[in-house]
């Protein structure tokens, strides 16, 4: 197996390297086609068509929109953290990561579309704000966040501002970038982090857990597109930019373990049944366990032991297989929150919420929710749009490269 | 003269509630509620429950409703009429991200039909869990429109309309037409108990003024700090079930 010693000699940047296959393009185009059809589907229909009702009322499409929140996020503070705290270790990686995180905060934008049950009314987010909803301000710093990400870019390639000026001003774009990343994040954190109605949302911890978390599923983006370009494309890092990015995964692994824990610790501690009612189901026992077992074992500890065990420290084979379980892990933590709190109402009380639907039951005491095909094909086809945007992106990175060689 | 306005409130006597639904089924008929929708649910308390909470009685023997709570011959139980609670600190409107449910003068919490975008931040900021969503075209088990039949518009703003438009969010509106226009809200006025209560909380000398100030009316999950404008007489006589 390949370790991070045995890697080519330390030439950063981004070669030519070999095509990926047309297979890779044509799956994922498939893929969004598919969740382009699925979208069209559920727009003739409504919102009938998911799994979502009025106790669960938001479902994948929210989940999948903060996790894509989060993926954004490794990509500038490599970008940043490699100006603003000198860490030399990762600039090889800044163009990559900003590339990714525009790429994620655009479809992280693209994700709420579906989820709107009037999305022809969604220009009055701007015509209409309200300044007092989390939801307006998120939507502001997703929106400032990407076009930070895309003018960062342009000058780091080279295709905006002056040659003088160009090395100052990504000086200045970084030192936005930083504290930019983390209202991000925490803006995301509090559209659930300040609801009173949901009191497994309501912590004030849920800002720098989305922050954590973001850092963590961030940063395996990063090592899983940077892994898959040094297979196919040939990128070559110093070793300790790959060491910089393992033990960034690993202390972020432990950071939102400790966090998560410590939010269970004071529910459990505090005993108030409102709160424990959603942890409850959550926990080893309870209908929703799966999540817990996905965030902490699958996503927490194994990817933590192949992260600093030294059996398998340091091996390329080891690192995406932990960056791919983060991810999992990271996913399994946004649907904790986002369903999690939806399940138990505060007026748990016979015969329950009205659902909004005549059958089977008019009524439900605790919160039921199953995804349907229509919301699995269009989250896989946003999914699969942001794969292309990553790819096509790389390949453009490259192409510059090249030209810059000959020139 | 400037006219003096109202501050619209219900008190709900949980003593006199028998628990017969006639408030939520009346509410459905005069609104046109879609198969499925319910703006008002009568939920199974204990005597002095609010929110479920388990420290404060014996829970009752399963999760149906018109169960009791506790065990035999230690039984107590009562009525939990729930339908918006026209906060004055509304958790909706605050998250609202669009304006479409905005407060009224009156403290009565509207949606504004043409404006919602579906979002459904709302739905998730409720504590009480009285907003429904139109996930699909409005199913109804008659093929013509019961109730008020009519659009209806406060400032120029849709407030209410017998055919849904699909994936808007809806609720209680205190019935906006009758009170705009000096009557009680339907529920009120179809209650065969006399339990619910409705009036002006501006006018001291009015009968909810008296319940709020005087009788010890008290509001849903008051530590939350929602300042509900529906108010409930929580049933005090030892024994009554």
Not at chain 1, 13 to 22: E, H, S
Not at chain 1, 107 to 113: E, G, H, L, R
Not at chain 2, 86 to 106: E, L, N, S, W, Y
Request: charged share 15%; hydrophobic share 50%; with cysteine.
């Amino acid at each position: 197996m390949a370790t991070f010693e045995s890697s080519a000699a330390a030439t950063p940047g981004l070669p030519a390297g070999r095509r990926i296959g047309a297979g890779w393009f044509a799956a994922l185009g498939i893929l969004a086609l598919w969740g382009l059809a699925a979208w069209i589907y559920q727009l003739t229909q409504g919102l009938i068509v998911t799994g979502m009702r009025d106790e669960v009322s938001w479902g994948l499409y929210i989940t999948t929109f903060a996790f894509l929140v989060g993926l954004s996020a490794g990509g500038l503070i490599m970008a940043s953290a490699a100006e603003v705290f000198g860490v030399k270790s990762v600039r090889p990686l800044a163009r990559l990561g900003v590339l990714t995180a525009g790429a994620c905060v655009l479809v992280a934008a693209m994700t709420i579309i579906p989820d709107l049950g009037k999305p022809q009314r969604v220009w009055e987010l701007f015509r209409y704000p309200q300044w007092r909803s989390p939801m307006i301000w998120d939507i502001i710093i997703v929106v400032v966040y990407f076009v930070f990400a895309a003018v960062d870019l342009g000058l780091m390639t080279g295709r905006i501002g002056k040659v003088s000026r160009r090395r100052q001003a990504l000086r200045v774009m970084a030192y936005i970038g930083l504290p930019a990343a983390v209202l991000l994040h925490s803006i995301t954190a509090w559209i659930f982090g300040l609801q009173i109605s949901r009191p497994f949302w309501n912590t004030a911890l849920l800002a720098p857990l989305f922050v954590t978390s973001a850092i963590l599923s961030g940063t395996a983006l990063i090592a899983l597109v940077a892994l898959a370009a040094r297979r196919f494309g040939k990128l070559q890092l110093p070793d300790e930019t790959w060491s910089a990015l393992s033990r960034l995964m690993a202390a972020a692994i432990a950071i939102e373990l400790f966090l998560v824990g410590a939010d269970y610790l004071t529910i459990l501690w505090g005993n108030v049944p409102s709160e424990r009612a959603a942890l409850d189901m959550i926990l080893p026992g309870g209908s929703w366990q799966w999540v817990f077992w996905l965030e902490w074992v699958v996503g927490g500890v194994i990817p933590f032991l192949l992260l600093v065990l030294p059996r398998w420290r340091g091996r390329f084979g080891a690192m995406a297989v932990a960056s791919v379980l983060v991810l999992v892990g990271v996913y399994a933590f946004r649907i904790e929150l986002v369903v999690g709190g939806l399940l138990k109402p505060l007026l748990s009380l016979a015969p329950g919420v009205s659902i909004g639907s005549a059958s089977p039951n008019a009524f439900q005491l605790v919160g039921s929710y199953h995804p349907t095909w229509v919301e699995y094909a269009i989250v896989a086809g946003l999914l699969a749009f942001l794969g292309l945007l990553i790819t096509l992106g790389y390949r453009w990175l490259g192409s510059l490269d090249r030209e810059e060689a000959r020139a | 003269m400037a006219k003096r306005t109202k501050h619209w409130a219900m008190v709900i006597d949980q003593e006199r509630c028998i628990g017969c639904w006639t408030c939520a089924v009346g509410c459905k008929v005069i609104n046109n509620e879609p198969a499925g929708f319910w703006w008002n649910r009568i939920l199974t308390a204990a005597p002095g429950e609010f929110g479920g909470r388990s420290d404060e009685s014996a829970d009752p023997a399963s999760d149906n409703i018109d169960v009791p709570h506790g065990t035999f011959p230690q039984v107590e139980m009562a009525y939990l009429p729930v339908a918006c609670q026209h906060c004055d600190d509304a958790p909706c409107v605050k998250v609202c991200p669009v304006d479409a449910t905005f407060k009224r003068d009156d403290g009565t919490v509207m949606i504004d039909y043409e404006r919602c975008i579906g979002c459904r931040y709302c739905i998730a900021a409720c504590p009480y869990g009285v907003r429904v969503f139109n996930w699909g075209d409005a199913d109804h088990q008659v093929d013509f429109t019961v109730g008020y039949g009519r659009d209806y518009r406060s400032d120029g703003r849709l407030v209410f309309t017998p055919d849904r438009p699909r994936g808007v969010v809806e609720k209680c509106t205190m019935c906006v037409e009758r009170i705009d226009t000096g009557q009680q809200p339907f529920c009120v006025d179809v209650c065969p108990t006399g339990a619910r209560i409705f009036g002006d909380l501006n006018d001291s000398s009015s009968e909810v003024s008296q319940l709020v100030k005087e009788d010890g009316a008290t509001q849903l999950l008051p530590e939350l700090g929602t300042d509900p404008n529906v108010y409930y007489l929580p049933v005090k006589s030892e024994g009554t079930v």
